[in-house]
């Protein structure tokens, strides 16, 4: 069982289901399905979102830095990033390039091809081959992983 499961257990003093839990953490308005709970109070989930963390502290008698730490998830900061006042200049399409940094910042890193020390390449990373133009080459094939 997870650090995360196992805190989310302890902090079940009332004993809810995981109905029970996503129900009250539905009706607080957060997102979460009893499936959902299930799996991570019996321990079998995987990386917990920010829409989940967050609707476990709603209804459990724990605090969301303490959910981080057990996910083993930065938990200095408990609140939403706030840009700096200048931010309000940037366009909408500068907006949405600064979201998309952030979000890449958050992606688990891949770990390096075993004996290459090369990290793969993920598959939304991967160029499909150009079609050669008239009177040009080929390109070639794509080495097989």
């Keep these: 069982m997870s650090a995360l499961s196992e805190l989310l257990v302890r902090a079940n003093r009332a004993g809810l289901s995981a109905r029970a839990i ?38 459990l008698p724990v605090g969301l830095a303490e ?41 688990p890193a891949a770990a390096p091809a075993p004996g290459t020390g090369v990290t793969p390449l993920r598959s939304a990373d991967r160029q499909p081959p150009k079609a050669a133009r008239r009177g040009d080459a080929e390109p070639p094939e794509p080495p097989e992983r």
Excluded: C, K, W
Aim: hydrophobic content about 40%; cysteine-free; aromatic content about 4%.
């Design 67 to 107: 959910l981080r730490t057990a996910a083993r998830l930065p938990a200095e900061e408990v609140e939403p990033y706030q840009p700096p006042i200048e931010a309000s200049r940037l366009t909408r399409r500068q907006r949405r390039a600064v979201d998309e940094i952030i979000r890449a910042m958050l992606e």
């Design 22 to 59: 996503a129900r009250q953490a539905q009706a607080a308005g957060h997102r979460i399905n009893h499936d959902t709970a299930a799996r991570y109070l019996r321990g079998d989930h995987g990386q917990p979102d920010e829409v989940t963390l967050r609707a476990f502290a709603s209804v």
